[in-house]
């Protein structure tokens, strides 16, 4: 008996699953359970994956629906995983609580590198495990040095071709290679989705449709810079001509942030439609065909581009690339494209790279040198190659020098900013500094 378990947190990630599945890159089974994890801060007061507007059309692919919370309950999803000791323990009691009895399991996962994945795959160690992107990151590098243990267990990467000849850097140090989920299957499921969730009560046709993010919730914006970018999006918008716009915020973000922006709405003249249903943005391509999408840097900008022929405009990627930090931030990568590939809002401009391919292989090895050194030699010689002015801001000269790459401190200058001595003494005074200045 072979029992195989889809492990997802959101819709657009079910969505995924279920696409492979009707593309037929998911071999048959005995039997198929889709495990969901809410990972919400607060997962007793935010609605679950099962209970989310069109997740019935989904059901019906999964002989089972489980709960990655309630297995493991007190524990929070993203923050818990069991002690090494205990594994075998937790193994036997999930067999047990999940009737498996002593099925072969297969897991499909998303986020390999973080919980609740790290921990469901780290319970069943004899278990293959498929990975699926459900955005951009997996574009980028992986973003901690998985366990050998893991990563050689990991047969392949399923993901949407988002950035037609892209391919994923994601788990590529195991030698992963990854394979396309059909575009037009995946949005048969999303139609699907969408006919099951109720229509969002807008009373025109072929707006402009703005897309939240909540990024100051991952301490990446302010709250008030997070305010200033939906701002900034209902402006542009309307500094197009568009008259009629909808926002999609992020369902946990604040709601006086919808009161700003009918405020300015007012103010600018046009008419603005919050909406309050906790629909995908996808459903929403497929039931209002809006007459341009706006975000910062959403992995819906690219599936509205590339999936639904919809015209996309980013705004506020350059501000934000300067804020992400450490360098190893996931989300650089995601923010790369959009900056690079998509149209500005306010000036229409597009920054495209000669090679994205290799834009992003240079960036994947600065933000993971120790995972993907035989990167180095690519990297150089597109920095060797000389880089674009728009695309200097993606590359440290201190991040340069000290890898020894193109682009860094010459020479002698470069071997005196890897001197650990006098590297402790320039972070002396930058604190000394920081803190006169307060």
């Known amino acids: 008996m072979t029992t195989q378990i889809f492990c997802a947190s959101t819709l657009y990630g079910a969505a995924t699953v279920a696409a492979a599945i009707d593309a037929g890159l998911v071999r048959p089974a005995d039997r198929r359970i889709l495990l969901i994890s809410n990972n919400a801060a607060v997962p007793e007061v935010a609605p679950a994956l099962d209970t989310m507007p069109g997740f019935e059309a989904l059901r019906g692919r999964f002989d089972d629906v489980l709960s990655w919370n309630a297995a493991i309950e007190p524990f929070h999803p993203s ?32 986020s390999i590198q973080v919980n609740p994945a790290l921990a469901v795959t780290g319970i069943f160690m004899g278990a293959a495990v498929d990975v699926y992107a459900d955005g951009l990151m997996s574009y980028g590098p992986t973003r901690i040095k998985l366990d050998p243990l893991l990563g050689t267990r990991v047969r392949r990467l399923l993901h949407l071709d988002l950035v037609p000849g ?4 994601l788990l590529t140090e195991f030698g992963v290679e990854s394979q396309i989920i059909p575009g037009d299957t995946f949005r048969r499921v999303l139609g ?28 990446i914006l302010t709250t008030e810079e997070e305010e200033e970018l939906h701002l900034r999006m209902l402006r542009g918008a309307a500094a197009l001509g568009h008259r009629r716009i909808v926002f999609k915020p992020h369902p946990t973000a604040p709601a006086r942030w919808s ?34 999408v706006v975000g910062c840097f959403s992995t819906a900008l690219f599936t509205a ?47 495209t790279p000669g090679d994205p391919g290799r834009l992003v292989t240079t960036l994947g090895f600065m933000m993971q040198p120790r995972i993907y050194p035989h990167l180095r030699p690519d990297a150089a010689a597109y920095l060797e190659d000389g880089v674009t002015p728009d695309e200097q801001q993606f590359f440290s ?8 790459l193109p682009g860094g401190l ?16 320039a972070r002396r005074a930058r604190r000394l500094g920081r803190a006169v200045l307060r």
């Open 410 to 425: 010459p020479g002698r200058l470069a071997t005196l900013s890897r001197n650990p001595a006098l590297r402790r003494t």
């Open 259 to 292: 009161r700003l922006l009918e405020s300015e709405a007012g103010r600018l003249g046009v008419e603005l439609t919050v909406l309050d249903v906790p629909v995908l943005a996808e459903t929403l391509y497929e039931q209002l065909r809006p007459a341009l």
């Open 397 to 404: 000269r201190r991040k340069l020098t000290v890898l020894g």
């Open 79 to 110: 923050g818990w995983s069991p002690r090494p000791e205990d594994v075998p323990l937790w193994e036997r009691h999930l067999r047990r609580l999940w009737g498996l009895g002593d099925d072969d399991v297969e897991f499909t996962v998303e």
């Open 166 to 169: 892209l391919k994923p850097l």
């Open 192 to 219: 699907e989705v969408g006919a099951v969730s109720p229509a969002p009560k807008v009373p025109y046709d072929s707006p402009a449709l703005l897309l939240g993010q909540y990024l100051s919730a991952l301490e």
């Open 305 to 351: 581009r590339q999936l639904y022929g919809l015209d996309t405009a980013r705004t506020g990627t350059g501000a934000l690339l300067k804020r992400l930090t450490p360098l190893q931030n996931s989300n650089r990568v995601p923010a790369v494209l959009a900056h690079t590939l998509l149209p500005e809002l306010e000036t229409g401009r597009t920054r």
